[in-house]
């Protein structure tokens, strides 16, 4: 016999633990994979969300704010080092 998984339950149960922040990246998370895996075809380009992120990327990139690494290790270290600093 399968056991029912009450999958809204366990997510609400996770999000209890979370801090303000990190509600918001799971928030945009969820928004990227609805857009990613629901959206039919190339839909999700067509969204606001992704126009809106397209947009702030664009402008990120020519006022040279965006951030290089000389490696993914190196990469890795910086996004593991500013989850660290969110709690």
Not at 33 to 59: C, H, M, N, Q, V
Not at 60 to 86: C, N, P, Q, W
């Amino acid at each position: 016999m399968s056991t029912a998984v009450d999958y809204r339950q366990r997510v609400d149960d996770e999000l209890n633990e979370l801090s303000p922040s990190e509600l918001e990246k799971v928030y945009r998370a969820i928004l990227f994979l609805k857009e990613e895996f629901f959206e039919p075809g190339e839909g999700r380009y067509y969204t606001d969300s992704w126009i809106e992120a397209e947009r702030e990327a664009t402008e990120a990139y020519h006022r040279g704010d965006l951030k290089t690494f000389k490696s993914v290790d190196e990469m890795m270290d910086d996004i593991l080092s500013s989850d660290s600093d969110d709690k």
